[in-house]
């Protein structure tokens, strides 16, 4: 598998460290109620199809990415910034 | 035998080389298979199951039969194929699971039993009584059946991996590799041509094929000449690509030369991953044979093997060769045989309709329907429309049709279309992403399409890359028609092979159906056709043909098993190459390493890191006796310690201080500039992840320190909360681990020691407990933290690394007057534990803030990750198991790490649990055993008694429960 980072090109994904959706990017409030924690923690989809990954790039230069990706398929969509998706989101 | 003609191995020059023992020689160019038959050496192998002798059957890497073991002990290899095993002086090759000898094998009594060796029979035979399978059926058969053996020594081969990166990646050299590789390079782009014959070619080394007026081999060479000269070129000869991934990733196993890899230090494989935008797959395709009964007597062998053995190394495999086949390339091989002055004794054709023009005994509508001969072919039953007839011949040569290399395209889970008019199959277009197959593999046989298909995919990969494809002629070559009637197997009595490798016949898999093992899958496994090291290359389209047969349906609706890479057998020496040793655990060594081995200090392992476990005084025997001298020296002197491997991390910036308060529980925004925190850090579930002193350097800048074992995972998650929260926040941060070489100076006369040391001394008044800041020490710039692991009085004072050796030698020979000296991890952790200091024995994942018992630094003026998950019922409370400290207090004055606590009259079964120790040690302050564990309930059962039970060291003690601290509660030594 191939990850194009948006700082340092394409590399092997041995670069990377894989931590799962990045559902994790939309932490709820501190007083958010319980259910909204509980999903944010929790709760993971496993979709067929499209998926969004939060990948580290350990070995490069630190960027936490948004990996967007095809689980049946293995085709890479796109690379993000996480820190630009965030920046847009807010 | 050697006979004369044109192959270049004629020049070759003799190669002394021995075959279980016994001295032959060969030529240079020669492979062992080649150099066997040359030296009519008939019975390579025994079979995996009914230890049959076998000859060679093919001459490449799908060979089934002729697998050899070289080298002895860690060099041992097994299962080598004699067919690609390149002939070098000095080769001593064996034969395998043959006793006592290759042409005497004790265990061919198996043959005598097969009617009670069919598909299934474990399954059915071993059934009862159960606990035999394991201790008396599987050994058994295990000795009986099998190939090649490791020796059971750690392997010394040496194995190299390697990375490369191109354009076009073909997979082949034969004719239509090379014009892909050709028409690629010609357009500039970069290329690889990986092929895994020691020479570029392809059939065109095997064949009498001349392409553009000249010997095909000739023009290989002449292309490849024109290849190795461009600087946008790699020709990798000896090199099997095995696997097909995503992003045009390739795996790839290049044997090295013989010579090569004896070179000192060379290796004897690299494991190459190919990382290609787009790939040509000319793998060319695999000869299949044709199921007769005994079709597996040595002297029966593929016929474009014989084609191979003759032109390419001239050797003819017989005195006297018949050929059999069911297309056009049987009369090929006839052609070569009576050109290179072979006796062909018949020539049998499947086909009704076939003609011949060559001069020897012809047999259309014919089928060989048994072999003669067991340890050598002498004759075989041909069965034609006229009757029955028995021909003399010591090779048969057999075309069932060939099998396009289809294997890679289904890497990525593609499965390949059947094609009735050549009755094989075919790679499905896009099966891999950028991989376009073209020549015979793409299920074009004739030379001259295979030279256009090359060049054509080519272009579509040029075009894909963005690049101009150059005009290119079409080079000369024959473009005959391939001709099959396919024929799988030949009915009659006897037993007739399909998976030569794992000994599955005709009758195993008609049985499989029987039984209605109908899916092909099922059929596999039941039979373990196709499950061999070959992978089925020589059986699979055969099998599920028959399958297909018995079970009444057509051959695309039987469909394939699924191929998995590799391609080839790669050992794991070679795909885990770098995974053994250092490569698995890389060595981080500190600036005072040296110096403690020096003293004698056995060093521990502490994630990547090493430390020093204790430093033996004289006179000293157990590591106890140093440990606990070590414990009174810091309680009483000084003592010196190297603590750099704990995580340093660098935070600077207007928010850093907004990052600390989301990260940790505790609050640092507030902390004053020169003074250090203790901080605890939460998951988001409300788990403590870390701990650790964080230390103000300034207005604008933080020193964090971690654990050993967390400091990457709290690196991780420092940028996680910054780039994936809070990207907004103007903060950066770094780790400064191995920048900084750190000592811990702890002890009464701790100051004292400094103060001969740095060029400024410190006063109480300045450096005050918990305080930071800039010293110098000999004019380098250092930092100077007043903390303490210890409880006693404590400095930590950190130099640039490269100081770190000098600082710790000048430490030591500073402590030694006053009483002090080095310490080592034994003594550290006897000294926190008596403090209740907790390390990741205690916050090991499944433990709160409350648990430990600092809920009360979780602010509640503040958010920090954890803080609403922690705050979840169920995670504090009465039920929780809190830490607490215990001590022995019956007879037995011992504590365990990782015994269970009970009450003391219950049952020691986990129903019963209270709760564990995690830290224990014998504290030679106080005189007695010391824990530190989890309780449930445990700071309200402070004075009560517990048994502890060790079950696995069947140790069974009281202890009483107390406070963590149980050294020095008010901390007065440590604030001094």
């Known amino acids: 598998m191939r990850i194009t980072c948006p700082i340092c090109g394409e590399r092997d994904r041995r670069e990377f460290y894989y931590v799962g959706d990045a559902v994790a990017l939309e932490r709820p409030d501190a007083d958010a109620p319980p259910e909204a924690w509980h999903g944010y923690i929790h709760l993971r989809d496993n979709p067929c199809g499209v998926t969004r990954d939060l990948w580290y790039h350990e070995q490069g230069c630190a960027a936490w990415l948004v990996v967007t990706r095809n689980t049946a398929t293995h085709e890479v969509l796109g690379v993000a910034l996480a820190s630009d998706e965030k920046g847009e989101a807010r | ?976």
């Not at chain 2, 021909?391 to 059947?418: F, Q, Y």
């Not at chain 2, 630094?857 to 503040?862: I, N, P």
């Open chain 2, 1 to 976: 035998m050697r006979i004369g003609g044109e192959g270049p191995i004629g020049r070759g020059r003799r190669i002394g080389f021995t075959f279980d023992g016994r001295a032959y020689q060969g030529l240079a160019g020669d492979t062992l298979a080649s150099a066997l038959l040359a030296n009519g050496v008939r019975v390579m192998g025994r079979s995996f199951k009914y230890h049959r002798p076998r000859g060679v059957m093919t001459a490449g890497s799908e060979e089934p039969n002729a697998l050899v073991t070289v080298g002895r002990g860690g060099l041992q290899e097994p299962n080598l194929r004699a067919t690609q095993l390149e002939l070098h002086e000095g080769l001593a090759a064996r034969s395998q699971n043959r006793w006592p000898s290759l042409t005497f094998d004790i265990l061919a009594l198996n043959d005598l039993a097969s009617p009670f060796f069919g598909a299934g029979f474990y399954y059915k035979t071993f059934m009862w009584p159960r606990a035999f399978w394991e201790r008396v059926y599987e050994p058994m058969i295990r000795r009986a059946a099998g190939l090649g053996a490791l020796s059971g020594a750690p392997s010394d081969l040496r194995v190299e991996k390697a990375w490369a990166h191109c354009d076009l990646l073909v997979i082949g050299a034969g004719p239509a590799g090379l014009m892909a590789a050709l028409t690629a390079a010609r357009a500039g782009a970069d290329v690889i041509i990986a092929d895994e014959d020691t020479r570029p070619g392809g059939r065109l080394n095997a064949e009498t094929i001349e392409v553009d007026g000249v010997p095909g081999r000739d023009w290989a060479a002449e292309i490849t000449a024109e290849l190795s000269g461009m600087d946008n070129v790699r020709v990798m000869t000896r090199t099997t690509v095995t696997g097909a991934y995503d992003g045009g990733t390739y795996g790839a196993l290049e044997r090295l030369a013989p010579e090569v890899a004896a070179r000192p230090g060379a290796p004897r494989e690299c494991f190459w991953r190919i990382v290609a935008r787009r790939a040509v797959l000319a793998a060319g395709a695999l000869e299949r044979p044709i199921a007769f009964a005994n079709n597996d007597r040595p002297g029966v062998m593929m016929a474009g093997a014989v084609r191979a053995y003759v032109n390419r190394w001239c050797v003819s495999p017989g005195r006297s060769v018949a050929v059999f086949g069911n297309n056009s390339d049987a009369h090929r091989t006839v052609a070569d045989l009576l050109a290179a002055g072979v006796h062909v004794s018949a020539l049998i054709d499947a086909r009704h309709d076939a003609t011949c023009s060559l001069d020897v005994p012809f047999y259309p509508g014919a089928q060989v329907s048994n072999a003669h001969g067991r340890c050598g072919l002498e004759a075989v039953s041909i069965l034609t429309p006229s009757g029955e007839e028995k021909i003399e011949a010591e090779c048969l040569a057999m075309s069932g049709g060939w099998n396009p290399s289809v294997h890679l395209t289904c890497h990525m889970n593609g499965r390949p279309d059947w094609r009735e008019d050549i009755a094989a199959f075919v790679p499905r277009p896009g099966a891999v992403p950028g991989l376009v197959a073209a020549g015979v593999a793409r299920g074009d046989f004739s030379t001259r399409a295979c030279l256009q298909g090359g060049v054509a995919a080519a272009r579509e990969a040029l075009t894909a890359l963005g690049r101009t494809a150059p005009e290119i002629d079409i080079p000369g070559a024959e473009d005959s028609r391939y001709d099959i009637t396919p024929i799988w197997s030949v009915p009659g009595r006897g037993r007739a092979w399909l998976d030569f490798q794992n000994d599955v016949t005709v009758k195993d898999v008609r049985l499989a159906a029987q039984e209605n093992f109908r899916s092909v899958e099922h059929m596999k496994r039941y039979t373990t056709q196709g499950m061999a090291p070959d992978q089925g290359k020589n059986s699979n389209v055969n099998a599920l043909a028959v399958l297909a047969d018995a079970t009444g349906r057509a051959i695309a609706e039987t469909g394939t098993t699924t191929f998995r890479p590799p391609y080839v057998p790669v050992s794991i020496a070679a795909m885990g190459v770098g995974g053994r040793g250092k490569g698995f655990a890389p060595q981080r060594l500190t600036t005072s390493h040296e110096l403690s081995v020096a003293r004698g200090a056995p060093m521990i392992e502490a994630g990547l890191w090493y430390r020093p476990s204790y430093f033996p005084a004289p006179g000293e025997s157990h590591w106890r006796q140093s440990c606990d001298r070590e414990v009174l020296m810091v309680r009483n002197a000084v003592g010196v310690t190297d603590v750099s491997t704990l995580g340093k991390i660098d935070i600077q910036g207007p928010d850093a201080a907004a990052l600390l308060d989301l990260v940790y529980a505790n609050t640092f925004s507030t902390l004053k500039p020169g003074r250090v925190r203790y901080g605890l850090m939460l998951r988001e579930d409300g788990h403590v992840m870390d701990d650790g002193t964080t230390a103000r350097l300034g207005e604008n800048q933080y020193l964090m320190t971690t654990t050993t074992a967390a400091a990457g995972l709290v690196m991780r998650h420092l940028e996680f909360v910054h780039q994936c929260l809070r990207p907004d926040w103007d903060v950066r941060m770094v780790s400064v681990t191995e920048n900084w070489a750190q000592f811990a100076i702890a002890g009464p006369k701790s100051a004292e020691l400094l103060n001969g040391l740095l060029d400024a001394p410190v006063a109480d008044a300045d450096w005050p407990f918990m305080s930071c800041g800039p010293v110098s020490v000999g004019g380098v710039g250092a930092r100077l933290f007043r903390i303490s692991f210890s409880g006693e009085r404590g400095y930590e004072l950190a130099v640039p690394a490269r100081y770190g050796e000098a600082l710790f030698r000048e430490l030591v020979a500073r402590a030694e007057p006053l009483g002090g000296g080095p310490y080592g991890m034994e003594a550290l952790n006897v000294l926190r534990i008596e403090k209740g200091f907790i390390t990741h024995a205690e916050i090991h994942g499944r433990t709160t803030a409350f648990d430990i018992g600092m809920g009360g630094m979780v602010s509640k003026a503040k958010d920090c990750i954890g803080k609403a998950a922690a705050a979840r019922p169920g995670l504090s409370g009465e039920e929780r198991e809190q830490l607490v400290g215990l001590k022995p207090v019956g007879t037995v004055k011992m504590l365990v790490p990782g015994a269970h606590l009970f009450e003391e009259g219950a049952e020691a079964v986990s129903d019963n649990s209270q709760g564990y120790i995690t830290s224990a040690a014998f504290s030679p302050t106080l005189g007695h055993f010391l824990g530190l564990g989890f309780l449930r309930n445990g700071r309200a059962r402070h004075g009560q008694r517990v048994r502890m039970v060790d079950h696995l060291k069947g140790v069974v003690a009281i202890c009483e429960v107390q406070d963590p601290v149980q050294y020095d509660r008010d901390g007065g030594r440590m604030r001094g």
